[in-house]
């Protein structure tokens, strides 16, 4: 089992970047899967961005293509995602997920993941 802490969420304002970071608990953080999701008000949660335990293989949701980037550090049992030109579109409550799924390409369905962080919101005026 592992604990997920995200952080880094905030106020900016369009073009502006934020690096988001989710922390994990335990020693077998590396045996996980990692993504990030999103979630609007009325909107359903929908995958932003995953990679895989060694950190070999990313995807994103195509509306983040080029301006996100999801990385690992095992040793820190973390996982971000660096966020550069934000736009209001992307106003949502961001959380960190950790799957046991070992092996395969990035998962991307909130089924598939087992364990999640309480979310860190951000906001993007226009």
């Known amino acids: 089992q592992v604990q997920l802490v995200e952080s880094g969420g905030g106020l900016v304002q369009t073009g502006d970047s934020l690096r988001l970071s989710c922390a994990g608990s335990?020693?077998?953080?590396?045996?996980?899967?990692m993504g990030w999701f999103r979630q609007a008000p009325g909107k359903e949660r929908e995958f932003v961005a995953g990679i895989t335990r060694s950190g070999g293989d990313t995807r994103y949701v195509d509306s983040v293509k080029g301006r996100f980037t999801i990385s690992r550090d095992n040793a820190k049992n973390t996982v971000y995602l660096q966020m550069n030109s934000l736009k209001p579109e992307d106003t949502a409550v961001y959380y960190c997920a950790a799957s046991n799924i070992l092996l395969g390409p990035v998962v991307t369905l909130t089924t598939q993941y087992n364990y999640w962080g309480q979310g860190t919101q951000v906001t993007v005026s226009s």
């Open positions: 335990g020693r077998t953080f590396s045996r996980y899967a």
